[in-house]
Each structure stands twice: as C-alpha cells, then as structure tokens.
C-alpha cells in the first residue's frame, strides 16, 4: 500500500528530513504512484488531487496480513493486518456481521470525527492485532494514521524533497520518493493531521526524535521514542456540529446557574441543586444524542 500526502493534509516531521537525502518529488507527474505500479503491475491508483494519492495492491502479500481498501462516505481506508477483537469492535460501532477490518477503522473514525465520545488514542487502543493502516477523509481534508504496538505490519513513512508525506509497506518504493529521508513508522504510536505523531499507549508523553543512522554511517531518517518525562497535552480530531464543548463544561454551567438560583429562590435551592448534581434528563443533549462520559467532547 501507498499514500502520499500533500503538505496542507499532513506535515512531515521535520526529524524525518535527512541532509543530502537524494529525495525525489514523490507527487510530481505522479512519480511514486508509477514507480508503485512498476512493483506491482495490478495495481489500483486513487488521485485525490490537490491532497495526494493513494494506491494498493493484492499481490505479493502475506496470507496472515491481507491488505484491504474500502471507501465510505469519501473516507479512503487502506488496511493491512489483521484484528483479533472483530466481534467486540462491530458491536461496539454497531456494525453488521458483515464488516471486516477496514470498515471497522473507517467507522472508528467517523464517530471520533463526529460524536468524539473517547479520545483519540483511546481509539486506536481499543483495536487489537497486528495492523498497519492510512486513513483520508476528503471532507475535512484530514489523514489519521497508525500501526500495532508490536510493529507486526512492515510500515515506512518518510518526506520527499518537497515536504511530502510518504507511507507504504515497501521500504523500497518510500526510498524511491525520499532517498535517505525515512524511518520505520513508530511502532505504537498515531498520526493526525490536526495532532501529529503521538503514542496511543502512552498518550499524555511527548515524543523525541532519535537520529537513525543506516549501515553505511548515513543519517537516515529518525526514530521515535516516548519521553517518560515530558508530558503533552491532549489532541485529538477536529469535530464538527453544534455541540462544540465537552460535557464537564455543560455541568459546570448548570451549577452556576443553581447557585444563582439559590440565592434568589433559596426554599428551592435542594431542588435546584439536586437536579443538576444528577444526570442530565432524557433529550437535554437532543433526541439523537447518546450521553457519553463526562469530560469528553458533544457533536450532533
């Protein structure tokens, strides 16, 4: 599998750009999408404009590690791997028997997208196996990327002479676009337009670049580490809708709002305030809403 993105989709790490890297233009007339198909002549390309491309094959792929591609509601997926907690995960998007890896991904997306009710790295956490996968969604021009906590799935990222962001299972179709520019793609970690590179297992530390150096001495990209003393603030996918703001803030103004109350009203203040230390009543959020944990962010 390949994709390429442009830099108004995803911005490389400028700890992949190595000197003297000999990268090529990986988007130029569509250079790294040909030099994919000279690999694998059955392959399908997908342009997705101004934002890049993205491409798969079926041959030449582990049994054990299928690739899979689906796209649903212009949200590419490309897939490779396998999870071990389909039945969990189904149930819990509600999807039909039906649905295989790759709509279960597509569907994790759209509800962190859109309803956001766990975080991100929470997301990725919950799917288990060994996987590797690129996500685009052409509606919010967003890439969401990520791979197992084991590195099961053979997955390279790099930058080209222009910036670009490069993934693919092939070592060698990624050093075609970005020569020395390129690394392994973190194992355990996640990839967001709006968040960048982050670990899913350990969420709340920031992540250091160490300079990765090939077998003939050459600076070759970087590796990632998870900073055990450095901590991060929390980031996740840009959600869209009216319900902007998180449920805690909800409460809080409800509060407020008692308190006011009581001091105007005080034979009533228990009632007032009984009421809004509970949960919320059936349809406060809306009739289509599901009430998630507080904390966590409300879309409609």
């Given at each position: ?231 991060k603030e929390s ?17 809080g103004i409800e ?31 809306g009739s289509n ?12």
């Amino acid at each position: 599998m390949l994709a390429v993105f442009d830099k108004s989709v995803a911005k490389s790490p400028e700890a992949l750009q190595s000197p003297q890297s000999g990268s090529a233009s990986a988007l130029k007339d569509g250079f790294l999408a040909r030099q994919f198909a000279s690999v694998h002549p059955s392959s399908v390309t997908v342009n997705l404009g101004s934002s890049g491309v993205i491409a798969y094959s079926l041959d030449k792929q582990n049994p054990l590690l299928p690739r899979l591609f689906a796209v649903v509601d212009d949200i590419f997926c490309l897939f490779q791997g396998h999870i071990e907690n389909v039945a969990l995960l189904k149930q819990q998007y509600g999807l039909n028997k039906t649905a295989n890896e790759v709509i279960i991904v597509i569907e994790a997306f759209r509800t962190l997208r859109d309803r956001g009710p766990y975080p991100a790295d929470q997301v990725v956490r919950d799917i288990q196996g060994k996987f590797a996968f690129v996500l685009f969604d052409s509606a919010s021009k967003a890439a969401f990327v990520a791979a197992d906590p084991d590195g099961n799935v053979p997955f390279f990222w790099g930058t080209d002479s222009e910036g670009h962001l490069v993934l693919a299972d092939d070592s060698e179709v990624v050093k075609k676009g970005c020569g020395n520019s390129f690394a392994p793609f973190p194992k355990g970690c996640f990839f967001t337009s709006s968040g960048g590179l982050r670990s899913y297992e350990h969420p709340h530390n920031e992540l250091k670049a160490v300079p990765r150096v090939d077998s003939s001495g050459e600076m070759c990209g970087a590796n990632f580490k998870v900073d055990a003393e450095t901590k991060k603030e929390s980031s996740g996918i840009p959600r869209v809708g009216r319900y902007c703001f998180s449920l805690g803030q909800v409460w809080g103004i409800e509060h407020f709002a008692a308190t006011l109350f009581a001091f105007a009203f005080p034979y009533n203040s228990l009632i007032v305030t009984t009421w809004s230390t509970a949960c919320p009543p059936a349809g406060f959020f809306g009739s289509n809403m599901n009430t998630p944990p507080p904390g966590s962010a409300m879309t409609a």
